[in-house]
């Protein structure tokens, strides 16, 4: 970044008054206000920043600005305040220093808005990240809220704080912020009830009243009108520039942010408005009783709402105004309180309330923003106190921060002044000693232990008997009579008593910053900060969690009766642990400084800004850093950070770390009075010199990062170059073998197809010399075979030839014998010599083929169908009529053998076949059973011994059928008897009779054409047995049955021939009804097994499965 100003460039005035030439208070002065007039409100001592309020906004803490003090080195930019910020920061940042910052100044100078500044600044330049962001916002929300409670409109100052306040900030080993946590200095809480002239309450009052939405006002029981609360002063209610309604939403934003939530910031403002109401009530005097003043509240309108807000009841409030009881040695006196007793009560009740609620708040807030983790941080410290105060009327409150800041310039002396000048005595470096005022001795006037004032009046609020703000001046009066910076009329110490400015009820110190008279009265009721216990507990039974909070005393259960600590007591005690941190840590100083009392602009008092230039010691300051050294640094650090400014040092030197430095700053030929090496640090005398060195580096920086830039951009290319050619070799490489790969690939090709021309063109030549061999082979073999074939046909035909020719000869040789013999015989024969031989022959053939025949006759079977083949020809007709012969006589053979039952079994079994075969699918099974006809032996059994004599002549047939119910298809068994009268149908168990059907009635039978049993009776119309209908019923030997009933039916002597139906559909008359059973093809899911089903009143179904 283009630096726009240097310390010593362009400057207005001097920017560090160390290089301020010739040095005197006027000079001082004169470049402050010079610089002042041209807007340069900061100016440096060294590394202290002073700092001008200019009353004014400037343009300088813009985020540019902040952007432009970033990592820069101290001395380098025109004095700010960031550069102080970044230098704390870097140092905490970079080195692990914890820091404090120290702010001071008397009221109105600009503590608060530098400390907000630093904040900010802090806040810019350290990390970011949404935690990060989150916390930083919340750490910055923190500030309005505590403002708004803890700031007032003084006569000094619109915005003055009425606290101390130092804030430690938090952060991790990156620098980022993780937290922090506030500590709070005693509240100047007489502000709640009584404000001087030109001065009001605490803001918070009043930017309730006025940014309150009239809701919520009605909700707290509040009027927007200032002067309907006596608590609020109304000579300055409001303030110019300020407006309070914008800042209640301000407050409120912050507190969101902050974290508090929404029921809580309303409890809080119940508080507030609390105080208001609180501040209302008036008393008025009650007649006496017993002697004693008594009083009583006027008018109870504003107690019963402050009641009904704090959910108190109103009788116990009332009584805590009018009585009070004192415990002692356990009894308990309740004595009444007079109207001034009563105000009293009031008032320090409202204070109490209020900074009790401040105090909540801070821990409120701290609860927020505490750090997250337990590991260790690094801390920045920022402390804004109350500036130092000098009133016309100066009270106890005065008096403490008045002490507060004389701690803190002791702070300062012993470090900038002090421990400075020890420095150069441990240093051994030759040092005439400035002198400069310290302010211990004042310290001690306060806070010694037993003649201090603090002590004192402490040792009066506890001493038994009358105590009155006179017995403790008349104390310091002769304890401190003696002490050269206090001062009293009644001191011992003469001098003063002729001092009129000194009035008999006061006493006067000389602080540091000037002399200050306090009036003694107050004191004691101040540091004794009485609250009676009545009040408290009457504020703990309220039905208010955060108002039961703040008044734990008031718990009955936790009564306690020792005396709490006294206010000046725990301030001394807060201060010392205050001091004792900032102790610990770096310190960085902002001086602010106020150029006028009126809080205007553009002018510059030079009486108001000498005199805080000569209290807050920074001339000597200036003295000690000028006759001192303006920079100081260790060795090691020092030649680290400047070796490159010498060949022999850089890049690094071997030997001890002063010598390295000597000769670095020898080589630059500077002046010798410019340094001193001291034991383990150089000194340098002038910022010049510092500037000189850090110019010097700056551009050795610059040369040396050309030169840097110039390696590594070689180095760049260079290494680019070889990546390059690397890469190129690589490719190169890829490439080459990729190549090699295609030609070995193409050669590797070409080889497996010439080599496959080759093996093919090979292969078919072997092929065709085998196939020509075997062609060859084969040629042998034909003209082989055809020449055995013709070989052989020729000897075949040979030989054929010769038995031709023999049987030729054998012929002709017959005949000619034959000839010869009948020439021989002729003479012998007669005519009929040939028939006979004929005839002889013919019997001989015959007698040849009989005989045969009687060999090969075939069995007696009557389908045996086989017969041997005719032998002659002339022979077929009686072949043909021998053998129907043969079958006719077996047959009869056959036949002769069968008995009488045998024989009428066969007619029944061919009665059965004229009735069913080719008609009922059933039929072809039953050819192959036997018809045995009794089944169930009825008559051997002695069951159906009833039955047996039913049955008057033989019993043709008996066996189980199932008879068919028409209601559900379902079959039941029954005994079927045919005689030759009639059929009987009787039970299977019992052998009782169910039915006797004489076959007369019987008219026809009906069956299916399918492989079922089922059949029907049909009885005639009008017979007796008709009575109960035709009967369905079902038997695997159906064919058997109707055969029988069939013939005994056409046996019977008056011829009642019974009529078979065979069709699928029939009528069967049950009773009344007549019911159609239809026979169907059965579906799979009937299985094998015949079923009969009733399908409605008129039709029965009986699914028979298919073949
Ligand atoms: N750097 C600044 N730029 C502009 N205005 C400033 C600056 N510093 C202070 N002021 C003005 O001066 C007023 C008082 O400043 P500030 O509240 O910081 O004083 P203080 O030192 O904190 O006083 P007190 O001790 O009373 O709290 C501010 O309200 C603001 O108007
Ligand atoms: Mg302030």
Redesign the pocket.
């Known amino acids: 970044m283009e630096v726009k100003t240097s310390l010593l460039d362009n400057m207005i005035g001097v920017g560090d008054m160390v290089l301020l030439e010739p040095l005197s208070e006027d000079t001082f002065i004169e470049n402050l206000k010079k610089r002042f007039d041209h807007n340069e ?1 900061y100016t440096y001592i060294g590394s202290v920043v002073i ?1 001008m ?6 343009p300088i ?1 813009t985020a540019e600005k902040v952007e432009e003090y970033r990592n820069r080195n101290f001395y380098e930019l025109s004095p700010h ?1 960031y550069a102080l910020a970044d230098e704390a920061y870097r140092s905490l940042r970079d080195q692990d220093k914890d820091q404090c910052i120290l ?1 001071t ?13 630093v904040m900010s600044y802090v806040a810019a330049v350290c990390g970011k990240g949404q935690e990060v962001n989150k916390v930083k916002e919340q750490l910055l929300q923190s500030n309005p809220v505590l403002e708004a409670f803890g ?1 007032a409109k ?1 006569v ?7 606290f101390g306040k130092y804030m430690d900030i938090e952060f991790d080993f990156k620098g980022d912020p993780i937290g922090g946590v506030i500590s709070n200095y005693l509240l100047e809480k007489s502000r709640v009830v009584k404000q001087t002239r030109g001065e009001r309450n605490f803001h918070i009052f009043y930017q309730l009243l006025s940014g309150a939405s009239d809701d919520l006002l009605k909700k707290l029981k509040l009027d927007r009108d200032f002067s309907k609360y006596n608590y609020l002063s109304l000579d300055s209610a409001t303030v110019n ?1 300020l407006d309070d309604a914008a800042s209640f939403r301000t407050v409120r934003n912050a507190m969101q942010i902050v974290g508090f939530m929404e029921d809580e910031v309303q409890s809080i403002l119940e508080l507030v408005a609390a105080v208001l109401k609180l501040g209302n009530i008036e008393f008025k005097p009650e007649s006496r009783v017993n002697e004693f003043d008594e009083s009583r509240v006027k008018d109870k309108n504003d107690l019963k709402e402050m009641c009904e807000l704090l959910g108190i009841e109103q009788f116990v409030l009332e009584r805590a105004f009018s009585f009070r009881t004192v415990e002692a040695k356990m009894e308990k006196v309740s004595t009444t309180l007079n109207v001034a007793q009563a105000y009293y009560a009031r008032d320090a009740l409202a204070k109490n309330l209020y900074s009790r609620l401040f105090s909540w708040l801070v821990n409120r807030i701290n609860e927020s923003i505490k750090a997250q983790t337990k590991k260790p941080k690094k801390v920045m410290g920022v402390l ?4 130092f ?1 000098i009133f016309e009327d100066n009270s106890f409150e005065q008096f403490i921060i008045n002490y507060c800041n004389e701690k803190l310039q002791q702070i300062f002396i012993e470090l900038t002044l002090r421990e400075e000048q020890e420095e150069y005595v441990r240093e051994g470096i030759e040092w005439t000693n400035i002198e400069y005022f310290n302010n211990a001795i004042i310290c001690d006037l306060i806070e010694n232990n037993k003649t201090g004032i603090l002590a004192m009046l402490d040792e009066e609020c506890l001493r038994p008997g009358t105590v009155t703000d006179e017995t403790f001046l008349d104390k310091l009066n002769t304890v401190c009579a003696e002490h050269q910076h206090f001062e009293s009329r009644q001191s011992k110490n003469s001098k003063f008593l002729t001092d009129h400015s000194l009035p008999h009820n006061c006493f006067r110190i000389q602080h540091y910053a000037g002399k200050v008279l306090y009036r003694a009265e107050g004191f004691v009721d101040k540091n004794n900060d009485l609250l009676y216990r009545d009040l408290s507990q009457a504020m703990y039974k309220a039905n208010h969690s955060l108002m039961k909070l703040l008044f734990p005393e008031g718990n009955p259960a936790k009564v306690n009766l020792k005396r709490p600590p006294t206010a000046g007591f725990q301030f001394k005690a807060s201060v010392g642990t205050l001091m004792k941190n900032l102790l610990t840590k770096n310190p960085n100083y902002i001086r ?1 400084i ?1 150029p006028n009392d009126k ?1 205007a602009a553009h002018i510059f008092t030079d009486s108001l800004v000498c005199h805080q230039v000569r209290y807050l010691g920074l001339m000597e300051n200036v003295r000690v850093r000028r006759a001192g050294y303006a920079f100081r640094q260790a060795y090691e650090s020092c030649l680290e950070r400047y070796k490159m400014l010498c060949k022999q040092t850089w890049p690094q030197w071997k030997g001890p770390a002063r010598e390295g430095v000597k000769v670095l700053l020898t080589s630059l030929q500077l002046h010798a009075e410019e340094f001193a090496y001291g034991r383990s640090k150089i000194f340098i005398r002038n910022p010049r010199t510092l500037f000189f060195l850090e110019e010097k580096r700056r551009q050795c920086l610059e040369d040396l990062a050309a030169l840097i830039q110039k390696i590594y951009r070689g180095w760049k290319c260079r290494t680019h170059f070889l990546l390059m050619k690397k890469s190129q070799v690589v490719v190169s490489a890829w490439y080459r073998r990729f190549a090699q790969q295609k030609k070995y690939q193409n050669i590797r090709c070409s080889a497996l197809v010439v080599q496959s021309f080759i093996r093919g063109w090979k292969a078919r030549k072997l092929l065709r010399e085998l196939k020509h061999k075997k062609r060859c082979e084969q040629a042998v073999t034909t003209i082989s075979a055809f020449w055995h074939g013709t070989q052989a046909r020729r000897e075949l035909k040979r030989l054929k030839e010769e038995a031709r020719r023999k049987h030729a000869i054998a012929v002709i040789w017959a005949y000619w014998l034959g000839l010869k013999v009948r020439r021989e015989y002729r003479k012998f024969f007669r005519a009929n010599a040939g028939r006979k031989i004929y005839d002889f022959t013919i019997q001989r053939i015959m007698q040849k083929y009989f005989l045969g025949l009687k060999k090969t006759m075939p069995s007696m079977s009557p389908i045996d169908k086989s017969w041997p083949s005719r032998p002659y020809g002339f022979l077929d007709g009686t072949h043909k009529e021998l053998r129907r012969v043969f079958h006719l006589w077996r047959c009869k053979k056959y036949c002769s053998q069968f008995t009488v039952e045998k024989k009428a079994t066969y007619e029944e079994k061919l009665a059965a076949s004229e009735l069913f075969k080719d008609k009922k699918a059933l039929y072809p099974s039953s050819v192959g059973q036997p018809f045995k006809g009794d089944y169930v032996e009825i008559t051997k059994n002695p069951k159906y011994q009833k039955l047996n004599s039913l049955a008057e002549d033989k019993v043709l047939l008996a066996d189980v059928v199932s008879k068919i119910n028409r209601a559900n298809g379902k079959g039941a068994p029954r005994i079927f008897l045919l005689t030759k009268k009639s059929l009987v149908l009787a039970d299977q168990k019992t052998g009782q009779v169910k039915a006797s059907v004489p076959l007369l009635d019987l008219s026809s039978v009906s069956v299916s054409t399918q492989n079922d049993g089922f059949f029907a009776l049909k009885l005639k119309e009008g017979a007796v047995s008709a009575a109960k209908g035709d009967f369905l019923l079902s038997s695997d030997r159906l064919i058997e049955i109707i055969t029988k009933l069939h013939r005994t039916g056409a046996a019977s002597a008056d011829r009642n021939q019974i009529k078979i139906d065979i069709s699928d559909e029939f009528l069967v008359q049950f009773k009344q009804d007549k019911v159609c059973v239809k026979f169907i093809h059965g579906t799979p899911k009937n299985g094998n097994s015949v079923a009969c089903k009733r399908k409605n009143n008129r039709l029965l179904e009986v699914s028979v499965p298919s073949p």
Do not use: M, Q, V, W
């Open positions: 409100i700092s309020n200019p009353y004014k906004s400037l803490y305040i702010i100044g008397e009221s109105g100078a600009g503590k608060t808005e530098a400390s907000k500044f700031n003084t000094r100052n619109d915005n003055s704080s009425r520039g804004d106190i109350y500036g105060e602010c106020k809080k």
